[in-house]
Each structure stands twice: as structure tokens, then as C-alpha cells.
């Protein structure tokens, strides 16, 4: 049974910055692909960036691209993804989502495993 749990959401003003954590269960972690998408009320979950397993590989939306950066620590079982210059359409339930058997996708069909989500909201 594999177990996300993110972390690290909350209130922030517009330009600052917020780094969420998803940690997760699981002795294979470093051979997973992990993605960050997020949903904002009344929208449909989008993606906001992906990882390759090495994490050599990454991905991310045209929205966030030069703002976030997605990073993992394997040793830790961890993704990351770190926010700036955070804007008020930022605000949204972020999700992460492990691949098992993929390089980094940006659809959200692709992930087999789901966190709760961690609420960020950033104030204008």
C-alpha cells in the first residue's frame, strides 16, 4: 500500500514563497515518477510539474515555469516543490501523485497514487 502525504501548505501574500513536501511510503519511492497538480474551486485539477525517478528529468506548466521548482530526495522518500513570487491564482489544493512505471507525465491519468492535499492559499 503506497502512502503520500504532503505538507508544508498555507496562507502566504502574493510574492512570497512556500515549499510543500509529499512524503511517501514504500521501499521503491526512488523508482517512481512523482508530479505536483493542484485544484482550485470550481476548476478542474491541472498539472504543475513532474520529476523522472533520477529526477533528471522535469516538467512543468507554462503557469508556474520560473516560479517552482520540483526537486526529490530519495534517500528521504521525499518531493518537494518549491514556490515564488507566488500569485493569488496560485491558490488551490496541491496535490502529489506517484508513477510507478513512468519517466514524468503531465496527466494526471498516468499516476496511480494520490495524496489528501495541502491547501495553499495566497492573499493578494
Known amino acids: 500500500q503506497v502512502q503520500l502525504d504532503e505538507s508544508g501548505g498555507g496562507l502566504v501574500q502574493a510574492g512570497g514563497s512556500l515549499r510543500l513536501s509529499c512524503g511517501a511510503s514504500?521501499?521503491?519511492?526512488?523508482?517512481?515518477?512523482m508530479g505536483w497538480f493542484r485544484q482550485a474551486p470550481g476548476k478542474e485539477r491541472e498539472f504543475v510539474a513532474a520529476?523522472?525517478?533520477?529526477?533528471?528529468?522535469?516538467y512543468y506548466a507554462d503557469s508556474v515555469k520560473g516560479r517552482f521548482t520540483i526537486s526529490r530526495d530519495n534517500a528521504k522518500n521525499t518531493v518537494y516543490l518549491h514556490m515564488s513570487s507566488l500569485k493569488p491564482e496560485d491558490t488551490a489544493v496541491y496535490y502529489c501523485?506517484?508513477?510507478?512505471w513512468g519517466a514524468g507525465d503531465t496527466r494526471s491519468t498516468k499516476y496511480d497514487y494520490w495524496g489528501q492535499g495541502t491547501q495553499v492559499n495566497v492573499s493578494s
Open positions: 501523485a506517484a508513477d510507478p
Open positions: 514504500g521501499s521503491t519511492f526512488s523508482t517512481w515518477a
Open positions: 520529476i523522472s525517478w533520477r529526477g533528471i528529468r522535469t
